[in-house]
């Protein structure tokens, strides 16, 4: 594998560098495909999102749903300041991301405080894929996206089909009928259908495998889905799409829980006015506050989400209470129902937000409560099929 | 208190589910209902979604409830929560997609298993302005919801046709059962302050209202 940042499986390959790809930085990664028929759609997806204008350092590329939020004008100094981040994080990185996990194992703990600031946007992609084990997995299983796209037939397909408009309908890159946006995000879908049969589709899926194609290739998407569902490095998601989505439950019983521990008036409020937490909260385990959330709040808390795990999603999910509470606690059952899913525009400010959200400590409660489920309601399924084993080094 | 709160001025609340296959239209017969949109870009419901209209029924305000639940089968695990208490229900199908329809029969098993046996239930046949993709006839569906015993429509969301007669007529026939019932909770809406259930009466009651509703197109 060479230094690592080259995947060679055909002598006829052809070379894609990441600044053609990204339309912006120097070739510091170079891609490679298998010259296929796949090869060649992977290329023109990734040629038309360039085009759209998908990756762009601090740049204004992105009008709508821009990483930065509602058009924010850079000063001089602001500009100068994000270069010395950037800077900071290409070294960090290093070339195709070789220096990555020698600099987590080193200093694990300037990479999550770094994390949590934002990873720049042009790094994105790449640094969701160090991140989460997906890019370790695609180089040790190479041709088999290929493979499910092409051959296989899911069971799926149509109701895959049916979700695909209905996917971030108002994002540019989705809007496209049958455009590279829409054909990509099926294909992954598909493909992870034919994957792992057990989980098949399920509608929520799409929100996730919609994000990640915006930052980086379908098959780069699709091993990221597998590395998050499957557990590459924190625990498994699958059970939020399993059958009786055990996982979701679990996770609102967790954070019906938390939320009265934290915030014991409004925990009393939501009992008078029988409000539930899956009344707000499933979207938000299932499919990471992407389903309803602002783009470039839901692109920070991913960042975090694929370094540190779900538990800031529980996080998050307080602060967003907390932030609301002197109002929550005064609204009547509708109007409460309402503002649960439509939080102030002020509250959607990730350098707000998520510092409030760091606030909450919730990992030794969040097991201890996960153990209480269990002895109520059983463990939690995962799944039953033992082929696909993570081949993780 | 002597501002006039029309948000909670009502007689009776009646919560009322929406379910049926995924893609056959239940968010959009919702928000034309209850805030007069449709819109050709919606996401797929991931879920459960909620909203309320009051309408007036006999010089009485009847102010429905409305879930409306994710599609896909499964998602019942958590949709199926919220058929408790319901005392309607809107089963939608596509009029261009047969199994949707065949899919019904389901769906009213699932929703007779988690709900009052009394609930009123209208079959939705939605998407009627398809015309030229039209794949199940509104005689099939008639019959079908005339051997169930539920109330019938064809729908348009698009077209604002028969969304407003629909719900309406669920509400209306839900109020008639309760007010046949008089039930003390009918003269005092503050019983009542939030979805919960409201008892529509004994299964007599409900087969006196058992019989196809209108239909069109």
């Given at each position: 594998?060479?230094?690592?940042?080259t995947m060679?499986t055909?002598p006829?390959?052809?070379?894609?560098h990441?600044?053609?790809?990204?339309?912006?930085?120097?070739s510091e990664?170079?891609?490679?495909f298998?010259e296929s028929?796949?090869g060649?759609?992977?290329?023109r997806?990734?040629r038309?999102?360039?085009?759209?204008?998908?990756c762009?350092?601090?740049?204004?590329?992105?009008?709508h749903?821009s990483?930065d939020?509602?058009?924010?004008?850079?000063?001089a100094?602001e500009y100068?300041?994000?270069q010395k981040r950037l800077k900071k994080?290409?070294?960090?990185?290093?070339v195709?991301?070789?220096?990555w996990?020698?600099?987590?194992?080193?200093k694990?703990h300037?990479v999550?405080?770094r994390?949590r600031?934002?990873i720049?946007d042009?790094?994105?992609g790449?640094v969701w894929?160090l991140?989460?084990?997906?890019?370790?997995l695609?180089?040790?299983?190479?041709g088999?996206?290929?493979q499910l796209?092409?051959?296989e037939t899911s069971?799926?397909e149509?109701?895959?089909?049916r979700?695909?408009s209905?996917?971030?309908?108002?994002?540019v890159?989705?809007?496209?009928r049958?455009?590279?946006g829409?054909?990509s995000l099926y294909n992954v879908l598909?493909a992870?259908?034919?994957y792992?049969r057990?989980?098949?589709?399920v509608?929520?899926?799409?929100?996730?495998?919609?994000?990640l194609?915006?930052y980086?290739s379908?098959?780069?998407?699709f091993?990221?889905?597998?590395a998050?569902?499957?557990g590459a490095?924190?625990?498994?998601?699958e059970?939020l799409?399993?059958?009786?989505?055990p996982?979701?439950?679990?996770?609102?019983f967790?954070?019906?829980r938390?939320?009265r521990?934290?915030m014991?008036k409004?925990?009393e409020h939501?009992t008078e006015?029988m409000?539930?937490p899956?009344?707000?909260?499933?979207?938000?385990?299932?499919?990471?506050f992407?389903y309803?959330?602002?783009?470039?709040?839901?692109?920070?808390i991913?960042d975090v989400f694929?370094y540190?795990?779900?538990?800031i999603v529980f996080k998050?999910?307080?602060?967003?209470?907390?932030?609301?509470?002197d109002?929550l606690?005064k609204?009547?059952?509708?109007k409460?129902?309402h503002?649960l899913?439509n939080f102030?525009?002020?509250a959607?400010?990730p350098?707000?937000?998520?510092p409030m959200?760091?606030?909450?400590k919730?990992?030794k409660?969040?097991?201890?409560?996960?153990?209480e489920?269990?002895?109520?309601h059983?463990?939690?399924a995962?799944?039953?099929?033992k082929q696909k084993?993570l081949?993780?080094? | 208190m002597?501002?006039y709160?029309?948000d909670?001025?009502?007689?009776?609340?009646?919560?009322?589910?929406?379910i049926?296959?995924?893609?056959v239209?239940k968010s959009n017969l919702?928000?034309?209902?209850?805030?007069n949109?449709f819109?050709l870009?919606?996401?797929?419901?991931?879920?459960?979604?909620?909203?309320?209209r009051?309408?007036?029924?006999?010089?009485?305000?009847?102010k429905?409830q409305?879930?409306d639940?994710?599609?896909?089968e499964?998602y019942?695990?958590?949709t199926s929560?919220?058929?408790?208490?319901?005392v309607g229900?809107l089963i939608?199908?596509d009029t261009?997609r047969?199994?949707?329809f065949e899919?019904?029969?389901r769906?009213l098993?699932?929703l007779r298993?988690?709900s009052?046996s009394?609930i009123?239930?209208?079959l939705?046949?939605?998407k009627?302005d398809?015309?030229?993709?039209r794949?199940?006839?509104?005689?099939?569906?008639k019959?079908f919801a005339?051997?169930e015993?539920t109330?019938?429509?064809?729908?348009?969301a698009?077209e604002a046709?028969n969304v407003?007669?629909?719900?309406t007529?669920v509400?209306?026939?839900?109020?008639?059962?309760?007010?046949?019932?008089a039930?003390?909770?009918?003269?005092d809406p503050?019983?009542?302050?939030?979805?919960?259930?409201?008892?529509?009466?004994?299964?007599?009651?409900?087969s006196?209202?058992?019989?196809?509703?209108?239909?069109?197109?």
């Amino acid at each position: 594998m060479g230094d690592g940042n080259t995947m060679k499986t055909n002598p006829t390959t052809i070379g894609y560098h990441w600044n053609e790809v990204s339309g912006y930085h120097s070739s510091e990664v170079t891609l490679i495909f298998i010259e296929s028929s796949i090869g060649e759609q992977l290329r023109r997806s990734r040629r038309a999102s360039s085009a759209s204008g998908k990756c762009c350092c601090g740049g204004g590329l992105r009008e709508h749903n821009s990483p930065d939020g509602p058009s924010r004008n850079k000063s001089a100094l602001e500009y100068q300041r994000e270069q010395k981040r950037l800077k900071k994080w290409r070294k960090m990185i290093g070339v195709g991301g070789s220096d990555w996990k020698h600099y987590v194992r080193r200093k694990g703990h300037v990479v999550k405080r770094r994390i949590r600031k934002g990873i720049p946007d042009c790094l994105r992609g790449l640094v969701w894929q160090l991140i989460s084990g997906s890019r370790d997995l695609l180089l040790m299983n190479p041709g088999v996206y290929e493979q499910l796209v092409i051959y296989e037939t899911s069971a799926s397909e149509l109701d895959i089909i049916r979700d695909i408009s209905r996917t971030f309908p108002s994002h540019v890159f989705y809007q496209q009928r049958h455009g590279p946006g829409q054909r990509s995000l099926y294909n992954v879908l598909k493909a992870y259908s034919v994957y792992d049969r057990e989980v098949g589709y399920v509608q929520g899926m799409g929100y996730l495998a919609g994000l990640l194609l915006l930052y980086m290739s379908e098959e780069d998407a699709f091993w990221l889905v597998v590395a998050l569902l499957k557990g590459a490095v924190h625990a498994p998601m699958e059970g939020l799409y399993l059958e009786g989505l055990p996982l979701v439950q679990q996770y609102l019983f967790q954070f019906d829980r938390l939320m009265r521990e934290y915030m014991p008036k409004l925990g009393e409020h939501f009992t008078e006015e029988m409000i539930n937490p899956s009344m707000y909260g499933s979207q938000w385990f299932i499919t990471v506050f992407s389903y309803s959330f602002p783009f470039h709040l839901a692109l920070r808390i991913w960042d975090v989400f694929l370094y540190e795990g779900v538990k800031i999603v529980f996080k998050v999910g307080l602060a967003l209470l907390k932030y609301c509470h002197d109002d929550l606690v005064k609204l009547p059952f509708e109007k409460l129902i309402h503002a649960l899913r439509n939080f102030p525009e002020d509250a959607m400010n990730p350098d707000t937000l998520l510092p409030m959200a760091y606030s909450f400590k919730v990992s030794k409660r969040l097991e201890e409560l996960k153990q209480e489920y269990e002895k109520i309601h059983g463990k939690v399924a995962e799944s039953k099929s033992k082929q696909k084993q993570l081949q993780l080094a | 208190m002597a501002a006039y709160r029309a948000d909670d001025d009502y007689d009776y609340l009646f919560k009322v589910v929406l379910i049926g296959d995924s893609g056959v239209g239940k968010s959009n017969l919702l928000s034309r209902f209850t805030r007069n949109e449709f819109s050709l870009e919606s996401k797929s419901t991931i879920g459960v979604e909620f909203a309320t209209r009051s309408i007036r029924v006999d010089e009485k305000i009847i102010k429905a409830q409305i879930w409306d639940t994710a599609g896909q089968e499964r998602y019942r695990a958590i949709t199926s929560a919220y058929y408790r208490g319901a005392v309607g229900a809107l089963i939608v199908y596509d009029t261009t997609r047969h199994v949707t329809f065949e899919n019904v029969e389901r769906w009213l098993k699932e929703l007779r298993d988690h709900s009052d046996s009394n609930i009123v239930i209208m079959l939705v046949g939605n998407k009627a302005d398809l015309r030229h993709l039209r794949a199940v006839s509104t005689e099939d569906a008639k019959t079908f919801a005339e051997k169930e015993n539920t109330y019938f429509m064809e729908t348009s969301a698009l077209e604002a046709m028969n969304v407003e007669d629909s719900f309406t007529e669920v509400l209306t026939q839900i109020y008639h059962v309760v007010s046949r019932k008089a039930l003390d909770i009918g003269n005092d809406p503050g019983a009542l302050p939030k979805g919960q259930t409201i008892n529509v009466g004994s299964k007599d009651d409900v087969s006196a209202v058992k019989k196809v509703g209108c239909c069109s197109s």
